[in-house]
């Protein structure tokens, strides 16, 4: 009779919370302060009554399937109601918090149902297998399935509600300090190669010098490589050379590196642009070949516009060749691997090349 007199006392708190927790909050100041400690006391009946519940119903034995040693299953019926207890009051803050968080939709606004409404199925998983337990007429009748299992999976997903948001805060601080301690020996690695560096070519310098690279590791490179006595005639040998991976690393420093003698520059861009323009006829014509030219034709025009603009008229023959050479519709591609960037490449350099021929025609 005691043991049913605590469930109903402990029912009715749970009723009062979900009261509590279905009214729409409107107010501020002081009498939102005063709702807030109205929550509080309803939280607070909720737990103790619970517990003396939860007590009363260890010393009648209903969990003696815990464990036949005493002071396990008191452990065990302690983390139990814990796991429960913890969930629900969890629940019953966190849904107050997102009042404020109504611009949730999609998937996430589906993934904080179970949340938002936490306090109010979380206790049936409670509630009705003390109410089995406490009638040995129910539980007679019953598997003890269904009185162990819900507390089993309430004290776990109570447990769960609690800690999974601040696993997943500690795994991005973690995550964030792992990639920031990863940049930083990069970029440290990358220092001491350059400082480090005693070749007499430039070339292994060249990929520290990226448009795209940290700034601090790109100007050391350029410092260096212009601490070497023939750099640009090295840049202007790259650019001569007949493989485009060479004619590539050239393009790659003047891509936003200054020269001091752009003008001697000028016949090695000029014999480096059919090269280039070659290739890619080729590769455009195989219907097997998804090779879209080794140097990207938006970093070509970029140069010549940055650092060769006085001189476009020298280079204007060639890049019609090359706007002849992409306009055409190549084969279909037999390969469906990477096509989208095949032709998302193609179309790219298409608009560079007649952006640049729209500014110098």
Request: hydrophobic letters at 40%; charged letters at 20%.
């Amino acid at each position: 009779m005691f043991g049913n007199l605590l469930l109903g006392l402990t029912s009715t708190t749970y009723l009062a919370l979900i009261i509590f927790n279905l009214q729409k909050v409107t107010a501020t100041g002081e009498r939102l302060m005063g709702y807030a400690f109205i929550g509080f006391v309803i939280m607070a009946a909720y737990a103790v009554s619970s517990l003396l519940l939860t007590i009363f119903i260890t010393s009648k034995g209903g969990f003696n399937w815990l464990s036949d040693t005493k002071t396990l299953r008191n452990i065990g019926v302690g983390i139990l109601w814990s796991g429960m207890v913890a969930g629900v009051v969890y629940c019953a803050m966190a849904r107050m918090e997102f009042r404020s968080s109504a611009h949730l939709s999609g998937m996430w606004n589906l993934l904080s149902l179970p949340v938002y409404f936490g306090s109010l199925w979380l206790p049936l998983l409670m509630l009705v297998p003390y109410a089995i337990i406490l009638n040995p007429e129910w539980q007679s009748t019953l598997s003890p399935f269904f009185y162990k299992a819900p507390l089993l999976l309430g004290c776990f997903l109570g447990f769960g509600l609690v800690l999974i948001p601040k696993i997943v805060r500690t795994a991005k601080t973690v995550r964030h300090t792992e990639s920031a301690d990863s940049s930083q020996w990069a970029f440290n690695a990358s220092m001491q190669e350059i400082n480090k560096y005693q070749d007499p070519s430039i070339k292994g310098l060249l990929s520290h010098t990226h448009r795209n690279n940290d700034e601090r590791i790109r100007s050391a490179a350029v410092s260096k490589i212009k601490s070497y006595e023939n750099w640009e005639g090295e840049l202007m040998e790259m650019l001569n050379h007949p493989e485009l991976s060479d004619v590539y690393w050239g393009y790659a420093f003047l891509d936003g590196n200054k020269i001091d003698h752009p003008a001697d520059f000028i016949q090695p861009l000029k014999k480096s642009l059919p090269l280039m323009a070659d290739g890619l006829q080729k590769s455009l014509s195989d219907p097997n070949s998804l090779y879209i030219g080794y140097i990207q034709i938006e970093t070509v025009c970029r140069v010549l516009e940055t650092q060769f603009k006085d001189s476009s008229d020298l280079f204007l023959p060639d890049m019609l060749r090359l706007q002849e050479i992409l306009n055409k519709t190549p084969p279909e591609r037999t390969s469906k691997q990477d096509k989208q960037y095949f032709d998302e490449s193609l179309n790219s350099y298409r608009l560079a090349v007649k952006n640049w021929l729209d500014s110098h025609q």
